[in-house]
């Protein structure tokens, strides 16, 4: 079992490929040029359009999807594993709520301006769900046609 998230290099015991099962009851059509879950996953143009924008600090694994409903395998995506765990959460300026001891949700990110480190893309440390993504770089994406990922702008 890999760790997936965590802002560190792929362990040393990682053999590629990542291999995902699509959910059977998804409805046929086209793939999303990023996935969230169950880690980052892009399409290879993706990843070219990171490298393309200067961005050194993303280690990119095969991924095999298996859809078996439709017996295909979709070989066009990477793990994007980002390198970069940053403390950079203002966590009395963000809404959070505890889901118990140790389990806080961040439902509203604020990030604290004098913590955020030179990079274009970083993982959040607070929440290792949550991916920073510079002005700069979210214009380039933005600017190079991909519809379907979307920003949120944080405070």
Request: hydrophobic content about 45%; some cysteine; aromatic content about 6%.
């Given at each position: 079992?890999?760790?997936?998230k965590?802002g560190?290099?792929?362990?040393?015991?990682f053999?590629?490929?990542?291999?995902?099962r699509?959910d059977?009851e998804l409805?046929d059509?086209?793939?999303?040029t990023?996935?969230?879950s169950?880690?980052?996953i892009?399409?290879?143009?993706?990843?070219?359009?990171l490298?393309?924008?200067?961005?050194?600090?993303v280690e990119?694994?095969?991924?095999e999807?298996r859809?078996?409903?439709?017996k295909?395998?979709?070989?066009?995506?990477?793990l994007?594993?980002?390198?970069?765990?940053?403390?950079c959460?203002?966590?009395?300026?963000?809404?959070t709520?505890?889901?118990?001891d140790g389990?806080?949700?961040i439902?509203?990110?604020v990030i604290?301006p004098?913590?955020?480190?030179d990079?274009?893309?970083?993982v959040?440390?607070?929440?290792?769900?949550?991916?920073?993504v510079s002005?700069r770089?979210?214009?380039?994406?933005?600017?190079a046609?991909y519809?379907?990922i979307r920003?949120?702008a944080?405070?």
């Open positions: 079992m890999t760790e997936l965590t560190r290099r792929f362990d040393v015991g053999v590629p490929p990542l291999v995902v699509l059977p409805p059509g086209k793939l999303p990023f996935f969230e169950p880690a980052w892009g399409t290879r143009g993706f990843h070219a359009t490298l393309a924008a200067g961005v050194a600090n990119a694994s095969p991924v999807m859809d078996e409903a439709n295909r395998v979709i070989d066009d995506y990477l994007l594993n980002i390198v970069g765990r940053v403390a959460v203002d966590m009395a300026r963000s809404e709520r505890s889901l118990g389990m806080t949700i439902d509203r990110l604290d004098a913590r955020i480190p990079l274009d893309l970083f959040a440390d607070e929440d290792t769900d949550c991916m920073i002005e770089l979210q214009r380039l994406i933005a600017g046609g519809s379907d920003f949120e944080l405070d």
